[in-house]
């Protein structure tokens, strides 16, 4: 524990710190050393202090051309502007975690409902940005629109009318009403005033059948 406790007290002391993680491990590994080195007491070991230096020569670990991370946080704006998009694109916080991870776009808050055969295979659209919604396109692995997303083979059990996904949020292609929390988050005082409206309406209808 005295070990690690030097070590990360060593790097702290740093006036520069390592901008690459092989660069980081290096200077651990140095580290490491100097502190095992004066534990076991064999005298003054020479580091190299030079080492931000030689970490630049380094192969970075990371892609050079990762794009830069969505800034829309912070601000009033519910949407995203994305270059190539149509239809509006509303970011989760799930994004926020991970902003790298491409969203989707929402054509309609809302479900689909469509008519679909047992026995036909269908694609749902992933990206949101196809003009035949719900469904895709193509039928590749790669959607044609936005090469980010995938269409999703969909095959129903059944035949009938199907509630699918419009607003892009579900996990599957099936709504599950995240399609209502998009809504409230889109237009909050509507969303208010209708859960005010229905506990009030509810209170009086209670209140009158339930009266002594």
């Given at each position: 524990?005295?070990?690690?406790?030097?070590?990360?007290?060593?790097?702290?002391?740093?006036?520069?710190?390592?901008?690459?993680?092989?660069?980081?491990?290096?200077?651990?590994?140095?580290?490491?050393?100097?502190?095992?080195?004066?534990?076991?007491?064999?005298?003054?070991?020479?580091?190299?202090?030079?080492?931000?230096?030689?970490?630049?020569?380094?192969?970075?670990?990371?892609?050079?051309?990762?794009?830069?991370?969505?800034?829309?946080?912070?601000?009033?704006?519910?949407?995203?502007?994305?270059?190539?998009?149509?239809?509006?694109?509303?970011?989760?916080?799930?994004?926020?975690?991970?902003?790298y991870e491409p969203i989707p776009s929402t054509p309609?808050?809302?479900?689909?409902?469509?008519?679909?055969?047992?026995?036909?295979?269908?694609?749902?659209?992933?990206?949101?940005?196809?003009?035949?919604?719900?469904?895709?396109?193509?039928?590749?692995?790669?959607?044609?629109?936005?090469?980010?997303?995938?269409?999703?083979?969909?095959?129903?059990?059944?035949?009938?009318?199907?509630?699918?996904?419009?607003?892009?949020?579900?996990?599957?292609?099936?709504?599950?009403?995240?399609?209502?929390?998009?809504?409230?988050?889109?237009?909050?005082?509507?969303?208010?005033?209708?859960?005010?409206?229905?506990?009030?309406?509810?209170?009086?209808?209670?209140?009158?059948?339930f009266h002594p």
């Amino acid at each position: 524990s005295s070990l690690w406790l030097r070590t990360v007290f060593f790097i702290r002391t740093q006036s520069v710190l390592p901008t690459t993680p092989i660069a980081t491990m290096t200077l651990l590994k140095r580290s490491c050393a100097v502190a095992q080195a004066r534990r076991a007491g064999s005298g003054s070991v020479r580091f190299s202090s030079d080492w931000a230096e030689k970490a630049k020569g380094l192969p970075n670990a990371f892609p050079s051309s990762l794009p830069e991370a969505p800034t829309w946080f912070g601000n009033d704006k519910m949407t995203m502007e994305i270059e190539g998009r149509e239809n509006p694109v509303y970011p989760s916080p799930w994004n926020k975690w991970f902003p790298y991870e491409p969203i989707p776009s929402t054509p309609k808050i809302g479900p689909y409902y469509v008519h679909c055969s047992a026995s036909e295979v269908y694609h749902f659209c992933t990206c949101g940005e196809c003009k035949t919604q719900p469904f895709s396109e193509g039928t590749g692995n790669v959607c044609g629109n936005q090469p980010l997303f995938r269409p999703k083979p969909y095959t129903p059990r059944y035949d009938g009318k199907k509630l699918l996904c419009g607003c892009k949020k579900a996990p599957g292609e099936m709504c599950n009403g995240a399609c209502v929390l998009l809504w409230a988050d889109v237009h909050p005082f509507m969303f208010s005033v209708y859960c005010f409206s229905s506990c009030f309406a509810f209170g009086l209808f209670s209140a009158w059948m339930f009266h002594p």
